[in-house]
């Protein structure tokens, strides 16, 4: 059964139905990390039918205001019909001063709801912002699991782009790592990519190549 839920937006008060997100099942991952299978991966978020203003959290009084010329934007309002509501997720952010870094995730989702033909524009900015994240975090010594992480999805925006041998040198240096060398998960992952880094394989694919979706 569909759930409807209100939403309220908080730029212009209009009140609005949007069906919940359906509860479904994946059945594996790409190598992307995106969730295959009948799930919503990503997950679109509450927008105002009105102006666009897009609900992906709550939002203080102090950045609303400031969001409001921009929402009211011809850049913004442009972008509406044309481009991922990801891509919307991480103007707004850039707008109220979230640096590239932090906004990582954002554009890897935006990658998800792209086009064959605006992918290269999206993992490239995607790229950047996991490449800004990785050199702040080695420096910062952050979170082991999320550098790991943070690496698998450099590796696979390089691979995606046909940048097999910064790929191919990113995965090597990776897999001598203590975390990848002793989880089965790292190990897999590494491996099945190196494999098709050998294969100049630069599409979309799953971690388990047995799967289809
Ligand atoms: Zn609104």
């Known amino acids: 059964m569909i759930r409807r839920e209100e939403h309220e937006c908080p730029l212009c008060g209009e009140r609005f139905f949007q069906e919940a997100p359906a509860s479904g099942s ?3 991952m790409w190598l992307d990390f995106q969730l295959a299978g009948a799930v919503a991966s990503p997950r679109d978020w509450p927008e105002c039918p009105k102006d666009g203003f897009i609900l992906h959290r709550e939002f203080s009084w102090e ?5 409001r010329p921009f929402i009211a934007s011809w850049q913004y309002q ?3 019909g044309s481009s991922p509501q990801y891509w919307r997720i991480d103007r707004m952010e850039k707008e109220l001063g979230v640096p ?12 998800w709801q792209a086009s064959q033909h605006n992918y290269t524009f999206f993992a490239g900015m995607a790229l950047k912002a996991f490449r800004e994240r990785m050199a702040s975090s080695a420096a910062g010594g952050e979170r082991r699991d999320r550098f790991v992480r943070d690496c ?4 696979e925006l390089y691979r995606r782009l046909g940048f097999f041998d910064k790929a191919e040198a ?4 990776l897999v001598s790592t203590p975390q990848v060398a002793t ?18 394989d630069d599409g979309s694919r799953l971690l388990d190549d047995a799967l289809t979706v």
């Open 63 to 67: 950045e609303v205001e400031t969001l």
């Open 26 to 28: 994946s059945c594996g």
């Open 78 to 80: 442009t972008l509406r």
């Open 152 to 155: 698998m999805v450099t590796g």
């Open 170 to 173: 990113l995965f090597a240096r």
């Open 100 to 111: 590239l870094r932090e906004r990582a995730d954002i554009l890897l989702q935006t990658t």
């Open 183 to 200: 989880d089965a998960f790292c190990r897999k992952y590494v491996e099945r990519q190196l494999h098709l880094i050998g294969e100049q």
